[in-house]
């Protein structure tokens, strides 16, 4: 839709030319209009053929052999005229009638049938500010508003426009930014609020840089992998410097939680990137997966246990949604535990090139451990009454992949693997033919890959001990984790999706009114 530039009114009024029949010969008898001879002549002209009005198609024109004219005739007559008063030309005279010029219509007269443009409306359907008539002082309480749209609007708007014609809002200082460094992964995404709780993703990335690798062994950040890591965060800051974010966060996991040398490395980073990245706890970690999962749980389940298998730790949340329901999933966390272990520490004690079923057997065990030390308070979902409606939700590669295995996809989908079900068999099945390929069969895979190949059964050990824990007919997969938690955390807080409804402007107006008085 056209938007309509500053001082510019909408055309609500047509010509006679464009009225109906019915409606422009009552208007002519209201505003005292003579009929001579089947011509309608205004008060004060004369009959003798003067271009001062046109002749009414509401009467019995004739021409001078007397016969009517055909309907065709009259449209095409009425089609001419509009065009010669659009170029601001007198109407072209016919056999039957004078050439005439478009007269205005009188205050009060009913509009024709043209289609009139809606006033106050941008082109993202925004409201405006009311129209005022010319020569009519602005309200006060949008002359701000008003200066602000000018200054909105771009360089190929105000030529084509003459500098008048306000553009659309703008949607750069709407973009959210999260960088998740963990102990395999860096990852930064991008994102623009849309629909309530969703948002739009603008630009991604993702490298393994493998920041943990003989950290279980050394206690400290190996040099090579700190190199790795920082040139990964270079390319992230080159993404956030030329993106106008109006807010992010930048968080680092296990690896720099852990290491000896982590505050060392941060202050590294803050030199040559300038990224500032905070280490977040585990507690924290654990609700922003849940944060990021949120979309995923439907309103049949009643409680989920949520883990994130990660490289050097594993975050696992219960919750239960019996209870006072509400639409941020991480406030309905009713236990949590945080196992210090992950895909990247566990294949390097074990040996992840060569893994036979002995070897992944007893990394299962080694986790079972760590499970047993976890005694989460008895909670309704899971008091067995309703073992139909719990489930597992998986956020990490580690389901992932057995979801791209279970498709048996060429390449890896992220839209055919988020949100997918498996079954208990599934996950059976996709465990055996996992422990049957070797190093090589599993680089091979286009959903593993030559640099998850020494990762993959360890996350797979992680998970099976989770399903012997808490026994589930079904298990979710999310291709989502840290980094949409904390951009749903950020848009939630920041009423980033109140923002984006049709009437902020105007909200924004009255709260600042409200302010100043």
Not at 8 to 18: D, F, K, M, Q, R
Not at 265 to 288: C, H, N, P, S, Y
Not at 420 to 431: A, I
Request: glycine fraction near 10%; aromatic fraction near 4%; charged fraction near 30%.
């Amino acid at each position: 839709m056209k938007d309509l530039r500053d001082g510019e009114t909408p055309n609500v009024g047509a010509s006679l030319a464009g009225d109906k029949p019915s409606e422009r010969a009552s208007t002519a008898a209201a505003d005292g209009v003579k009929q001579e001879h089947g011509k309608s002549v205004a008060p004060g002209s004369s009959s003798d053929g003067t271009p001062s009005v046109r002749a009414s198609a509401s009467d019995s024109t004739t021409d001078k052999s007397g016969s009517a004219p055909s309907g065709r005739r009259r449209r095409r007559r009425r089609k001419s005229a509009r065009k010669d008063e659009s170029k601001g030309a007198p109407a072209p005279s016919t056999s039957s009638s004078p050439p005439v010029a478009a007269p205005t219509p009188a205050p009060g007269e009913k509009k024709g049938r043209r289609r009139r443009r809606k006033s106050g409306r941008e082109i993202q359907g925004r409201p405006l500010a009311p129209q005022k008539a010319p020569g009519q002082a602005p309200d006060k309480a949008h002359a701000g508003t008003a200066g602000q749209r000018h200054s909105e609007v771009s360089p190929k708007a105000a030529q084509a426009g003459g500098g008048s014609a306000p553009a659309m809002r703008r949607h750069a200082d709407d973009l959210y930014a999260a960088l998740d460094l963990g102990t395999n992964n860096c990852r930064l995404l991008i994102a623009q609020p849309t629909r309530p709780g969703q948002f739009r993703v603008v630009d991604a990335f993702s490298r393994i840089v493998r920041l943990g690798e003989g950290l279980d062994a050394t206690g400290e950040l190996s040099q090579d992998a700190m190199d790795r890591a920082v040139e990964a965060l270079k390319v992230c800051a080159g993404k956030l410097k030329n993106r106008p974010v109006r807010r992010h966060r930048l968080i680092a996991t296990e690896a720099c939680r852990s290491a000896r040398n982590g505050e060392e490395f941060l202050a590294r980073v803050l030199r040559e990137t300038g990224l500032d990245l905070e280490i977040v706890t585990r507690e924290t970690e654990a609700r922003l997966a849940v944060a990021g999962c949120s979309s995923l749980v439907g309103r049949e389940t009643d409680g989920l246990v949520l883990f994130d298998i990660g490289g050097g730790s594993s975050e696992i949340a219960m919750i239960d949604l019996t209870e006072n329901r509400s639409n941020r999933l991480a406030n309905h966390i009713k236990a949590w535990t945080s196992l210090p272990v992950g895909v990247v520490t566990l294949s390097e004690r074990h040996g992840g090139c060569l893994v036979t079923p002995a070897v992944f057997q007893a990394m299962v065990a080694e986790v079972d451990v760590m499970l047993a030390d976890f005694d989460p308070p008895p909670l309704p979902a899971f008091s067995g009454l309703a073992e139909s409606r719990i489930h597992l939700l998986g956020t990490s590669g580690t389901v992932t992949t057995l979801a791209g295995l279970h498709l048996d996809l060429p390449r890896y989908d992220r839209r055919k693997v988020d949100g997918l079900w498996l079954s208990n068999e599934d996950v059976d099945l996709m465990l055996d033919r996992l422990l049957s390929w070797d190093f090589e069969a599993r680089a091979a895979n286009p959903c593993i890959g030559a640099d998850r190949a020494d990762l993959v059964l360890a996350g797979c050990a992680i998970l099976q001990s989770i399903r012997k824990r808490w026994p589930s007919q079904r298990m979710r997969v999310a291709d989502r984790g840290l980094r949409e938690g904390l951009l749903n955390e950020m848009m939630a807080s920041d009423g980033a999706w109140r923002r984006s409804g049709r009437n902020f402007r105007y909200r924004n107006q009255r709260s600042a009114q409200e302010e100043k008085t």
